[in-house]
């Protein structure tokens, strides 16, 4: 199999991980969404840890990297944090849909942090896919949804902050592994305190789902991960939006969601645009002359 056969394969096994952490998330029911991202993340350092012993990478934290990985931990708790509590109210599908925004608010985030350039035709494809947000948001409709939506906004804001981070951190020195296990570690423990100040019960079935939430997390990390090393994301992102398509059949199935007419069309619009990004990137990188 072609490498970046290999890379597309990982990445919708990477959308079909994640669509069912969204699922188990939302199974546990009633609990905070604290506690919920606590159960998420703890299973995530375990598999961070091991992988970090079996690939022998040192646990030191590369010089100059230290508050990348701190700004994308904050960035990434609050992501996790705000995208559990939006689960908890909004079908899954939306939930996922507003979480998937996290892309262009990087290209926004790369502009400040990075001083990357935005080009017109990315411009346009965040601006549409903002204008496709207010389809799912429903702003004036009289939606009790529209603040969990709003927060599943911002779980989506701090993901792309997150995912720029990301980027620096690498940029810095920083594997791949060690990110996962300081993101992780520190979620976990910024979490325990929220945790003994509003203590909430669980039960064995609840318990459960939040582990197999963490354990399809860390599936699709390590699954998106792998994709990457596969093939360059110019190539295959645009696949990561089957986790809607995943997403809305597993609310349907599990659940009984039906996303309304509205949620339908913006999540139209804003994978639109993300396939049109996709492809207007790679044809403005096939076309770029070649530095000499």
Known sequence: MKAKNKGILYIIMAAFCFAFMNLFVKLAGDLPAIEKSFFRNVVAVFFAFGVMKKEKIPFTIPKGSLKYLLTRSIAG????????????YLCISDAS???????????????????EKIRPYQMICVLTAFAGTLLILKPGLGSMAT?????GLLGGMGAGLAYTNVRLASLHGAPGPLIVFFFSTFSCISAIPFIIANPAPLSSYQLICLLLAGLSASGGQFSITAAYSHAPASEISVYDY???IFAALLGYLFLDEVPDGWSILGYFVICGAGIAMFFLKKRHSDTAPADH
Do not use: C, E, H, R
């Open 147 to 151: 603040i969990p939506a709003l927060i």
């Open 77 to 88: 708790t609050i992501g996790v944090f705000a995208n559990f509590y939006a689960i908890g």
């Open 242 to 244: 089957t986790q809607i």
């Open 97 to 115: 849909m507003l979480n998937k925004l996290s892309p262009f608010f990087a290209i926004i985030f790369s502009y400040f942090l990075m001083k």
